[in-house]
């Protein structure tokens, strides 16, 4: 299906990531990732403005263009009673100013038909305590999809999807992990990929700015003390 193209995917060393980085490489597309871990990519780190710069020049210098941008790179995840300055100055770094600027620097290279799809997370709207920096990077991207989407206007498709509770190892669950989901199973990380490919074919054409929460329908249950067995202990 991306026979030609060019996809690139930041944070695809591991986890969703690269199960996206794979399923776009099976799918006939030349991929280049970038990450901090070690491995058989480009290493850098996202939080830092040069590393940033000096992939966007590898991967133009390599392919001449791109179709496909994920933003998919994981902020650190810390609260407020323990999250510094400098945390939650890198959590929005990777998770917001990093998605930002490779799109800025890859704006004159993206190719017709191209595609950015900016990885949130159903924390975007819903929280956990102790969880703010991580939440304000996802709920970051979710807003700069809708104001990339106006930007590119006309060039590029510009989406977010939102994933609840993915096990990156395809573990299967059973019990309550499972059955207190309405699909009854948590999520993998192909249930992310295959949306992702999705947006960035050509049957999504006329999907812009939007966002697609992929949750098993955890974020539209309604839930109250003593309701339907559920119990606040």
């Not at 990531?17 to 490489?25: H, P």
């Not at 930002?100 to 997370?121: C, E, Q, T």
């Not at 703010?132 to 930007?151: D, Q, R, V």
Request: glycine content about 12%; hydrophobic content about 40%; overall charge negative.
């Amino acid at each position: 299906m991306f026979k030609g193209k060019t996809a690139v995917i930041t944070g695809g060393a591991h986890g969703i990531g690269k199960c996206i980085a794979g399923e776009f490489a099976k799918n006939g597309a030349a991929v280049e990732i970038i990450d901090i871990a070690d491995g058989n990519h480009f290493k850098g780190d996202l939080s830092k403005k040069s590393d940033i710069e000096d992939f966007a020049e590898y991967v133009i210098n390599r392919h001449g263009s791109v179709d496909y941008l994920v933003n998919n790179a994981i902020p650190l995840m810390k609260g407020i009673d323990q999250c510094s300055y400098e945390d939650f100055e890198y959590a929005l770094a990777v998770g917001v100013t990093a998605p930002f600027y490779l799109s800025k620097l890859f704006a004159p290279y993206f190719g017709r038909g191209a595609s950015i799809v900016n990885i949130s997370s159903s924390r975007d709207r819903m929280s956990q305590p102790q969880t703010e920096s991580y939440t304000a990077a996802k709920g970051g991207i979710a807003a700069l999809t809708h104001a990339m989407m106006m930007s590119f206007s006309g060039r590029v498709r510009v989406n977010s999807v939102s994933p609840g509770w993915i096990d990156t190892d395809f573990a299967v669950y059973e019990g309550a992990d499972a059955y207190q989901q309405p699909s009854g199973r948590v999520g993998n990380p192909l249930d992310i990929a295959n949306a992702v490919l999705f947006l960035c074919s050509d049957k999504a054409g006329f999907i812009n700015g939007e966002n697609i929460c992929i949750d098993g329908g955890m974020t539209r249950q309604m839930i109250y003390h003593n309701d339907f067995g559920w119990r606040l202990e």
